[in-house]
């Protein structure tokens, strides 16, 4: 049973040296000083090619927003379109020819983009909407010729045990009717209906063997095995109730934590991944993978405040969704270093206690991991790739590029 990603203390160790001596060549170095190790990021996209068997993996552009990264696992095996996560984004992604199949992850009411959409033939052929209302239909007619323009629906994929729904809460589409009636709407006014997606959050996303807490795991198993169960016989009554209506070209499901479970299902064609490419901590503690740690955030010891204190300039970067230290960055490497409790991660300062922390000097480098993928690239313009023991190349992030989606 995976016990998560490589953290001895010598590995960590080694780590520091190696980011240290990689990044000591570049001028002017702004922080944080954002590293993906391409190593770690290519040994990643094999094991999702592996865990895949043979069903085609779609990128999520929202889990890495640097596009030399999207680029680059797109080259390799295994791996075919983007799920974008902004409207905008998918046609900045057509249009600098990165994607020739970019599908939207969410529903858009940007008017704007959507007439950007509409009106461009190249846009149009290349980038499917998501839709769960009647009403996004109507959206979409109002800013142009929508007749033709590619949609797919987004079906509810939670786990429902009597009044209780555990999952991300996306669609109101749950009951294959639901899914059927839509399906037709989109049918008669005129829309080309492509795909359907199922984003089975609560099993892609849930870390599954987090130690010391032996008896949560096994709850989140088993909500996982049910989730499954129920969601395989749904996927199959739509499948069965659609295909008198239309041949669909794709069914989207999963994410990089339930890769195994999602491509075993007939009826998916493709499966979502992104965060499992730069493995973030909350990616550490699943049963079924061990990813290796590829991105990380450098920010110097600017303090030593005493009482074996060190502390770094700044370093708050809190992922979303529920508060709790799970969120928060790691201090990762060199080992030994922790949050304070009553201080945490701070957008100008974070002091680190632990034993490593009485060996930091001022200057000397701190490497954290980020709690969730993609987030991190918000924080930064560039992004130092390295191979080996070297920085190869630096790149812009969508930030760096002046995007903001």
């Given amino acids: 049973m995976p016990a998560g990603p490589a953290s001895s203390d010598a590995a960590r160790h080694h780590l520091a040296r190696r980011l240290g001596r990689a990044v000591a060549g570049l001028e002017d170095p702004t922080t944080p000083m954002v590293v993906v190790d391409l190593d770690a990021f290519d040994a990643n996209a094999a094991d999702l090619v592996r865990r895949a068997a043979g069903k085609s993996i779609r990128v999520a552009s929202k889990s890495l927003r640097v596009p030399a990264l999207v680029q680059r696992v797109l080259a390799g095996p295994g791996f075919s379109g983007v799920l974008a996560y902004t409207l905008r984004e998918a046609l900045w992604l057509v249009d600098q020819d990165i994607s020739d199949d970019v599908v939207m992850g969410y529903p858009t009411v940007d008017r704007g983009a959507l007439r950007t959409l509409l009106a461009d033939k190249k846009a149009r052929s290349l980038v499917t909407l998501m839709v769960d209302s009647p009403a996004h239909l109507s959206l979409v007619e109002a800013c142009g010729d929508a007749k033709g323009a590619r949609v797919a629906i987004d079906v509810d994929a939670g786990l ?4 209780s729904h555990v999952g991300p809460k996306r669609s109101p589409l749950h009951d294959s009717s639901q899914v059927v009636a839509l399906a037709r709407e989109v049918l008669d006014r005129g829309f080309t209906l492509v ?6 959050g609560q099993v892609a996303g849930v870390p599954d063997d987090v130690p010391n807490q032996r008896a949560r795991s096994l709850v989140v198993r088993k909500l996982k095995a049910a989730s499954v169960s129920q969601l395989g016989e749904r996927r199959r009554q ?3 109730d659609l295909r008198p209506l239309v041949e669909l070209e794709v069914w989207n499901a999963g994410g990089s934590g339930s890769v195994e479970t999602t491509v075993a299902d007939p009826v998916v064609t493709e499966v979502a991944a992104g965060s499992g490419l730069l493995a973030p901590g909350l990616f550490d503690h699943y049963q079924s993978f061990e990813p290796r740690p590829a991105a990380f955030f450098g920010i110097p010891v600017v ?10 300039a700044g370093g708050g970067f809190v992922a979303s969704g529920p508060t709790g230290k799970d969120r928060s960055p790691i201090p990762w490497a060199p080992p030994d270093l922790h949050l304070l409790g009553l201080e945490g991660a701070g957008e100008v300062q974070t002091p680190l206690t632990g034993p490593g922390a009485r060996m930091l000097q001022i200057g000397d480098w701190v490497w954290f991991r980020h709690a969730k993928s993609g987030e991190l690239a918000e924080h930064t313009n560039v992004v130092h790739l390295l191979a080996g023991e070297a920085i190869v190349e630096t790149v812009p992030s969508y930030r760096g590029l002046g995007l903001a989606w």
């Fill in 160 to 163: 429902r045990m009597g009044r």
């Fill in 195 to 200: 795909g359907v997606m199922t984003y089975e």
């Fill in 238 to 240: 739509i499948d069965r």
């Fill in 303 to 312: 303090r030593r405040p005493g009482g074996g204190l060190a502390t770094v």
